[in-house]
Structures are given as structure tokens and as C-alpha cells.
């Protein structure tokens, strides 16, 4: 433990780091807090792990007509841990979305959602959908039957919208079907887009959280 005591010494002379840390990481849980409450942090840990996955598995991916699905194969089959790394990624994206439900209903059953903490509930709306967005995005992305049949079905859902139905389609497919286009677009929300905009909206959300501190039982 030596080691780590000097490194943080080092950075506490330096910038107060503990007591930045403390300020920060110190409060009290109320006593009514129970493991219900547990489900907003099981969905951040599955972010989190999402993240660290998802990076890995980019070393190896090909985002394009040809060479997506044999990429994932040689994930799978070739590359050390490929399979494990791949199958975390996708099992914790069910369970992401599982979790953010569960939370998104224990915030409303509990009114958690009432003044002052409207604009986190809004937060937490946005939070959901984007979610949602990941796995639609990252469905796409192994370019399998699956993957092709449910894209083709998802932008067609898009396109039955009124008035801007037949350009949200366009815009989604990078033209009129599905080519590398699409999977350049669904590439780029699923690793650039979203997990930018999500992590600064998940910022907004926990700093509501701390100013507001956690809602008292109705
Ligand atoms: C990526 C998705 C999300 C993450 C990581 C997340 C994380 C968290 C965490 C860690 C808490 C504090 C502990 C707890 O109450 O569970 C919390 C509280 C809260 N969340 Fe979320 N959340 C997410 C999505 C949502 C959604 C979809 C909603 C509602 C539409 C929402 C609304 C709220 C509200 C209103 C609170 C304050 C609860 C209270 O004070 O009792 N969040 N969130």
C-alpha cells in the first residue's frame, strides 16, 4: 500500500486532491435508502462496462458491407478472449436496458420524479431513449441476417412517420437501402455520437442528484 500512499501524497501536496475527493465523494445516504434504490447505479456499471468492451472490440471491427460479419467471426473465433469480450458486450446491453427500466420505475412509483427534480426526470427521459438508440444502433453493426432484417424493419418504422417519415429513412440509410452508408452511420452514433452525448447528459443527471440529494419516501 506504501507506493500508493506516496503517489497520493504526490498529488495532494500538489492539488488538494483529497479534499476535492472528499468533497465530492463524502454524504450521508439516508436511512430510507434500500436496495431499490440500487438500479440507477446497476445501469451506470453497465455503462461503464459497455464502454470498456465496446473500445475492445472497435480494435478489431469492420464497419462495412463486406468485412463486418467475417470481422466478428474472427472476433469470436481468432482474437484471444474475442468471444468473451463480445458476448459481455452484448449480454450487458440487454441487461443495460433492463436496468434503466427498472430504475425508470422505481423513480416513478416512488413520485421521485416531482418538484424540484422535474428536469432530472426530463434528463432521464432523454437517458432512456438514447439507450434504446445504443441497442438499435449496435444491432445493426454484425451485419448478419438478424442485423439486416431488424435495420430494414427499424428504418422502415422510422419511415411511416408523417410528413418527415421518407427523409428521417434517407438520413438513417445513407440513401435508399441499406449499404455502407448505413453501417457508417450506425457506426458512427453507436461509438462517437451517443456515447459522447450520453456520458454528458449521465454529468447533468448525477449533479442533480447531489444538489438535490435523493427524494424522501412519499
Ligand atoms: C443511463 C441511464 C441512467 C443512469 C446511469 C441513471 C443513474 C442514476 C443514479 C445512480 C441515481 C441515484 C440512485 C437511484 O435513485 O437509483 C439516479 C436517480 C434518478 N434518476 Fe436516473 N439514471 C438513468 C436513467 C434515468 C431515467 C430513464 C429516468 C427517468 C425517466 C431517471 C430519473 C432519475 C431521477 C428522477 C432520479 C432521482 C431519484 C430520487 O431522488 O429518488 N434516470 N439515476
Not at 500512499?5 to 472528499?22: P, Q, S, T
Not at 424493419?153 to 421518407?166: D, K, L, Q, R
Not at 452508408?181 to 452514433?189: E, K, N, V
Request: charged share 15%; net charge neutral.
Amino acid at each position: 500500500m506504501r507506493p500508493f500512499k506516496a503517489i497520493g501524497d504526490f498529488f495532494d501536496e500538489r492539488f488538494e486532491m483529497r479534499r476535492v475527493l472528499r468533497e465530492f465523494a463524502d454524504h450521508n445516504v439516508p436511512d430510507h435508502v434500500n436496495w431499490l434504490y440500487c438500479f440507477g447505479g446497476i445501469t451506470f456499471l453497465c455503462f461503464l462496462i459497455q464502454a470498456f468492451t465496446g473500445i475492445l472490440l472497435a480494435f478489431y471491427y469492420q464497419p462495412t458491407m463486406d468485412d463486418a460479419y467475417s470481422s466478428v467471426l474472427f472476433i469470436m473465433e481468432e482474437v484471444p478472449y474475442g468471444a468473451i469480450v463480445r458476448s459481455l458486450h452484448a449480454w450487458t446491453a440487454n441487461i443495460m436496458i433492463i436496468m434503466v427500466i427498472i430504475h425508470m420505475l422505481r423513480v416513478f412509483f416512488h413520485g421521485a420524479y416531482r418538484p424540484p427534480r422535474e428536469m432530472n426526470w426530463l434528463t432521464g427521459v432523454l437517458l432512456f431513449f438514447m439507450t434504446i438508440t445504443f441497442g438499435f444502433s449496435g444491432y445493426l453493426l454484425p451485419m448478419n441476417q438478424l442485423a439486416y432484417w431488424a435495420t430494414k424493419v427499424g428504418t422502415e418504422i422510422a419511415g411511416a412517420m408523417p410528413f418527415v417519415g421518407s427523409y428521417v429513412q434517407v438520413f438513417l440509410m445513407g440513401g435508399e437501402r441499406i449499404s455502407d452508408a448505413t453501417l457508417t452511420r450506425f457506426y458512427t452514433i453507436h461509438v462517437i455520437i451517443l456515447p459522447v452525448v450520453l456520458s454528458l447528459f449521465l454529468v447533468l443527471h448525477f449533479v442533480m442528484i447531489r444538489k438535490q440529494g435523493i427524494s424522501e419516501p412519499l
